[in-house]
């Protein structure tokens, strides 16, 4: 699986972890309250595996500032080749290696559902977050399962268009309350007709916290292409 394929499908499961935090009209859901308050930002290594549509193992950065945004770096190599940020207003995907992005609203890949930063950053940990189904688009849902006070599943179904599961096997300890030590992703979209699963493994205790991490900002630097989302699944779909 050749470079130009590989990072659309890092962009893919990227938007996903960001779930369309974009800024709409909807209602936002809140985080339940046994969620830790007491960190403000984390920087966090990863090694995303991805296992459907194709074998591949990158490893990442994950940094969040609390309620605020999410950041994702991926390395290919040893080189940064891709990074994604997110917030309440804006997702701007980077491909560093071919200087290309995306600097819009790419929620057609994604289950439409009523989340900002907040409370994708406790989905993507394990920590459940209560969605009404009042709130919800036409059509779509969302279940959980819990253990204990973590989540054990969480699946949102977007009127059968895009149907995305976050399952987490085993929580770790940190010291800012539990986390989970890996998120387990899958995604069925019928826009692509292509699985892709996928698992986060975080390792907690190399991350920073707090004071130890400096906000990134993410500026373009020199001529960069803008990419029609349309064109990723174009190149994902012939995947190998």
Same mark, same amino acid.
């Given at each position: 699986?050749?470079?130009?394929?590989?990072?659309?499908?890092?962009?893919l499961?990227?938007?996903a972890?960001?779930?369309d935090?974009?800024?709409?009209?909807r209602?936002?859901?809140?985080?339940?309250?046994n969620?830790?308050? #007491?960190?403000?930002?984390v920087?966090?290594?990863?090694?995303? /595996? =991805? %296992?459907?549509?194709?074998?591949?193992? @990158? $490893?990442?950065?994950?940094?969040?500032?609390?309620?605020?945004?999410?950041?994702?770096s991926?390395k290919?190599?040893?080189?940064?080749?891709?990074?994604?940020?997110?917030?309440?207003?804006?997702?701007?995907?980077?491909?560093?290696?071919?200087?290309?992005?995306?600097?819009?609203?790419?929620?057609?890949?994604?289950?439409?559902?009523p989340?900002?930063?907040?409370?994708?950053?406790?989905?993507?940990?394990g920590?459940?977050?209560?969605?009404?189904q009042r709130?919800?688009?036409?059509?779509?849902?969302?279940?959980?399962?819990?253990?204990g006070?973590?989540? #054990?599943?969480?699946?949102?179904?977007?009127?059968?268009?895009? /149907? =995305? %599961?976050?399952?987490?096997?085993?929580? @770790? $300890?940190?010291?800012?309350?539990?986390m989970?030590?890996?998120?387990?992703?899958?995604?069925?979209?019928?826009?692509?007709?292509?699985d892709?699963?996928?698992?986060?493994?975080?390792?907690?205790?190399?991350?920073?916290?707090n004071?130890?991490?400096?906000?990134?900002?993410?500026?373009?630097?020199?001529?960069?292409?803008?990419?029609?989302?349309?064109?990723?699944?174009?190149?994902?779909?012939?995947?190998?």
């Amino acid at each position: 699986m050749t470079l130009r394929k590989i990072l659309p499908l890092l962009v893919l499961i990227v938007a996903a972890l960001c779930l369309d935090s974009c800024k709409s009209t909807r209602q936002i859901v809140e985080t339940e309250q046994n969620t830790p308050a #007491a960190w403000t930002r984390v920087r966090v290594p990863v090694n995303l /595996k =991805v %296992s459907s549509p194709a074998n591949l193992s @990158v $490893s990442a950065t994950v940094t969040m500032i609390r309620d605020t945004s999410i950041t994702v770096s991926a390395k290919v190599f040893g080189m940064e080749v891709f990074v994604a940020h997110a917030t309440d207003d804006s997702v701007l995907v980077v491909d560093k290696m071919h200087r290309q992005y995306i600097g819009q609203n790419i929620s057609r890949f994604l289950a439409d559902m009523p989340l900002n930063a907040s409370s994708v950053q406790d989905i993507l940990t394990g920590h459940p977050v209560d969605i009404p189904q009042r709130v919800l688009p036409v059509g779509a849902s969302v279940s959980r399962e819990m253990n204990g006070d973590m989540l #054990a599943k969480i699946s949102f179904d977007n009127r059968d268009v895009t /149907k =995305v %599961s976050l399952t987490y096997p085993s929580v @770790v $300890s940190t010291p800012f309350g539990d986390m989970a030590e890996s998120t387990v992703i899958d995604i069925q979209s019928e826009k692509t007709k292509k699985d892709i699963n996928a698992v986060i493994e975080w390792q907690w205790s190399k991350a920073r916290w707090n004071d130890g991490v400096e906000p990134r900002e993410i500026k373009l630097s020199g001529k960069y292409t803008p990419i029609d989302p349309s064109d990723i699944t174009g190149i994902l779909g012939g995947a190998r």
